[in-house]
């Protein structure tokens, strides 16, 4: 019985990594919506993709914000080695989030868990573009958006495109035009239509989608039925050498349509 359970994932990632066109999909059973101890599984998964995947000597990874991030964050643990050193940078700036669940943090806490170092980025939201484009030439700031610039490792989440955009306080009429655009995803301040098409940015610095396309490790974890269509909507189009972790609730509501 328990074989045909693990038969079954493993049938079950086939079929999503194929549909989607990816390397790699992960799926853990239940329902991240409903159970707690499944986005905590998510970061179980993740520690063990990271350990195997990422290569010896210096890595740079950035990261996201978002909940299940934060969760993640906490259930990694140790992934340096005596000749594996990890950095951790927020992949962008300011994208509205609360503190405890901004990239800063999340990095931060990444960093903790598995004993690699970590850099925040400052850069206040809001700002006049005279201010901002002084800002960047700020040393300090030059030199986290260098290393940002050099990551070959990325960990992000992926959000429903109005739920996000209400959570990061987007003014209304940007709200509507969002769902005039039929924006269904949300990932990295980026928005998605159903065909996985952009059709909003938020315009912020550090890692762009475009630069995403070159880096060789990338990992998306998001889960439960209620983010089926936006993981659905943005994996359509999502680097192809993007592994997905997701749960077992999401997964069959993707497959279910088709
Ligand atoms: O705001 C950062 C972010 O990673 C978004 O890009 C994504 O849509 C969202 O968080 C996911 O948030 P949550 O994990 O809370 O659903």
Known sequence: HLMDQLFGMDRLERRLADYFGISRCIITPGDSDRQEKVIEEFGHLLWDALNKQLPIGENIIAVMGGTTMANVAENLSILETHNRHNMFVPARGGIGEYVNVQANSVSAVMAMRTRGNYRSLFVPEQLSSATYDS???????????????????????????????ARRKMTEKELLMLKQKNAVAESFGYFFNESGEIVYRIP??????KDILNIPYIFAVAGGKSKAKAIHAYMKNAPKQTWLITDEAAANEILKGL
Do not use: K
């Open 135 to 165: 800002l960047l030439q700020e040393p300090s700031i030059l030199e986290v958006l260098n290393l940002i610039s050099e990551a070959n490792c990325v960990i992000h989440s992926i959000g429903r495109a109005i739920h996000m955009a």
């Open 204 to 209: 912020r610095i550090g890692l762009q989608l």
